[in-house]
């Protein structure tokens, strides 16, 4: 597999991050909320390095690609959620691709009461975004490759690879 982003490019850039985000929020208590399960190892790394009052939940959101896909059609799970109204949200995602995922997302945290959304993104694919939609902050952004490898998966394979790593079509 071709490494497209480095484990230590990653730790270098994820400190980046957390540091942008302290700064941002200012001391104020923050709900980090991750979309499952590519925010795995992104969720776990960010949040050890911000220092703030946090709290840590999961929400699932999955939409169908493929044979079976509809268009538009994504399905969210909050069952893991807890209450947020009045809450300072930062949702989180491995990568966003046409935008559609995260724009739903976060109408339903706002409709959930959240009192405001920030979103941050590991990578985010150049020339595929079908919605506009503008992350909060971004650790890389990539050229329109099929990639896995920290957190992101091809049918639940190689999320476990401490890397990016660009996944041969075959
Ligand atoms: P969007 O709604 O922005 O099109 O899709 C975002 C979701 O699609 C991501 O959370 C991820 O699950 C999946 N996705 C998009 N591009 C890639 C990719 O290159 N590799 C992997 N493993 N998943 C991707
Ligand atoms: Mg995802």
């Keep these: 597999m071709e490494v497209l982003i480095t484990a230590d490019r990653i730790q270098t850039r994820v400190d980046e991050l957390a540091a942008e985000i302290v700064r941002t929020y200012d001391g104020k208590p923050v709900t980090v909320v991750g979309i499952l399960t590519g925010c795995l190892m992104f969720t776990a790394d960010l949040i050890r390095r911000i220092d703030l ?28 959620l ?6 300072h949200i930062l949702l989180l995602d491995d990568i966003l691709d046409t935008g559609k995922t995260l724009t739903r997302v976060v109408a339903h945290l706002i409709d959930r009461g959240a009192a405001s959304v920030k ?28 990639v896995v490898g920290y957190g992101l998966d091809f049918n639940d394979e190689h999320r476990h690879l401490p890397f990016v790593g660009i996944l041969q079509p075959g």
Aim: glycine fraction near 8%; aromatic fraction near 12%; charge should be negative.
């Design 82 to 87: 807890p209450d947020i109204a009045g809450k």
């Design 53 to 80: 009052p946090i709290r840590v939940a999961f929400i699932t959101a999955s939409s169908y690609r493929g044979e079976t896909f509809v268009a538009g059609r994504l399905e969210i799970h909050d069952e893991l």
């Design 119 to 146: 979103v941050s993104v590991l990578l985010r694919k150049l020339g595929r975004q079908e919605v506009p939609f503008e992350p909060d902050f971004v650790g890389f952004t990539i050229p329109d490759k099929f």
